[in-house]
């Protein structure tokens, strides 16, 4: 049974279909969304840390001086939360991922310091940006969701990028009807969207 809120899970997956439903687009996505919230956490390992590891010996010594509790952690925590509390199986997976990215970025941004790091982190930021607008553009002929509701769009695509690996691959539901739900929401939502801009042209 679906959760409503802010954790409607079939709203949010309606939501974000709505704006990817072009298979080379949502493919495009697939390939980007991860690595954007990746080198934003590479990004986010020079910020300060809340907390210092070593002093409670969690690590051994080579690791504590690269595994920063800093924004980033923070960043990946938030996320990795939210994520459970939408969907305790699929939002796990995605959990693991976001600190798996945590990790990676500690230790890439401790390799290249912050002089090429950011550099690094803008070239991939903008390869990965241009690529999902001319997936809209190209494909879907649809601005991208962000344009509508950025907070939302930018929170919830990781998962959804992963969702829809699970559900396309493996045909997972969080709950019976839940894909049948979303697709007649999704379509209902592009009817609207195309009514909409039919009446603009007219």
């Not at 002093?55 to 800093?70: E, K």
């Given at each position: 049974m679906g959760k409503e809120g802010l954790f409607d899970l079939e709203r949010h997956f309606a939501f974000y279909g709505a704006y990817h439903s072009n298979p080379i687009n949502m493919f495009i996505h697939i390939l980007f969304v991860w690595p954007i919230f990746f080198t934003t956490l590479v990004l986010l390992y020079f910020t300060p840390s809340i907390f210092n590891l070593p002093?409670?010996?969690?690590?051994?010594?080579?690791?504590?001086?690269?595994?920063?509790?800093?924004f980033g952690f923070l960043f990946a925590?938030?996320?990795?939360?939210?994520?459970?509390l939408l969907d305790k199986k699929a939002g796990s997976l995605a959990a693991l991922l976001c600190f798996g990215c945590w990790v990676g970025s500690c230790f890439l941004g401790s390799h290249l310091g912050f002089s090429l790091a950011w550099k690094v982190v803008l070239a991939a930021q903008l390869f990965c940006w241009i690529g999902?607008?001319?997936?809209?553009?190209?494909f879907e002929n649809?601005?991208?969701?962000?344009?509508?509701?950025?907070v939302q769009a930018l929170i919830f695509a990781p998962f959804f990028v992963l969702f829809e690996v699970l559900q396309t691959t493996f045909g997972y539901e969080p709950y019976p009807g839940f894909s049948a739900n979303v697709k007649t929401?999704?379509?209902a939502e592009i009817k609207e969207w195309r009514d909409k801009k039919q009446k603009k042209i007219s």
């Open positions: 002093q409670i010996g969690f690590l051994p010594d080579g690791f504590n001086h690269v595994l920063l509790l800093n925590l938030i996320y990795a939360t939210f994520f459970v999902q607008f001319i997936g809209h553009g190209l649809r601005a991208p969701a962000l344009l509508d509701n950025l929401k999704v379509g």
